[in-house]
């Protein structure tokens, strides 16, 4: 049973820092791998999708990568702002499921 | 292009009660989720529609959880009689096709508490 864990849990951090969000997951038979945002009292937002074949993806001030072999994946936050302030959930495609993991509750501040 | 619609976003009720949710998907959609997420944890896949058949319910319990999607389109997920651990967020999905590759597109969801 694939099993997903998000560290850490919850972060603060002042604006304009660059942070880490990281994932690991216990079954590598992957088929991607996806960055999702969440707003509070709103749906999710896919951020990035890594494919299983691919080592990272990039979008704007983000970037996520992913390595297999070691079961991670971490999503990279350059120059945080006010508004990334959400919870940031990864979840995994795997034997036709979508697995997620419990999400990290990022706060931003000015 | 409109995106999943739920109804309702809030409901408050009693323990024992029934209560229903509605998600009506993008249009032309034929993969239809539910997904229940408890605070604090991420989202659980409760029952998996393609047009009007079950993909998956595993994780439905069957006891007191019950969904359908008449005609391929809306659907409805019922909990009678609820109790308080079923206070969570249920959240709908949906996708074009079945398949591992295809994105899926969430709801705002309908936040449930159950006293």
């Known amino acids: 049973k694939q099993e997903v864990t998000q560290i850490p849990a919850a972060l603060s951090v002042p604006e304009g820092e660059n942070l880490v969000l990281n994932c690991s997951f216990t079954?590598?038979?992957?088929?991607?791998l996806q960055w999702f945002r969440q707003d509070p009292g709103k749906g999710l937002t896919s951020l990035l999708l890594?494919?299983?074949?691919?080592r990272e993806q990039t979008s704007g001030r983000l970037n996520a990568s992913l390595d297999k072999s070691s079961g991670r994946s971490t999503l990279y936050i350059a120059a945080s702002q006010p508004g990334d302030s959400a919870t940031y959930l990864c979840?995994?495609?795997?034997?036709?499921?979508?697995?997620f993991g419990q999400g990290t509750i990022l706060t931003v501040h000015p | 292009e409109a995106g999943v619609a739920q109804s309702p976003r809030y409901k408050i009720i009693e323990k024992r009660q029934s209560v229903a949710f509605w998600c009506n998907p993008i249009s032309g959609h034929a993969t239809l989720y539910w997904y229940q997420q408890i605070l604090g944890q991420g989202p659980k896949l409760l029952i998996q529609f393609q047009n009007n058949g079950v993909v998956d319910d595993s994780q439905l319990p069957k006891d007191r959880f019950s969904a359908e999607r008449l005609k391929g389109v809306d659907s409805t997920l019922k909990i009678q009689p609820a109790k308080l651990e079923d206070s969570a967020v249920y959240l709908c999905?949906?996708?074009?096709?079945?398949?591992?590759?295809?994105?899926?597109?969430f709801g705002p969801g309908t936040r449930l508490l159950v006293l």
């Open positions: 079954d590598s038979a992957i088929y991607n």
């Open positions: 999905a949906s996708s074009l096709e079945v398949g591992v590759a295809e994105t899926q597109y």
């Open positions: 890594i494919q299983s074949s691919q």
């Open positions: 979840a995994l495609t795997s034997y036709g499921k979508l697995t």
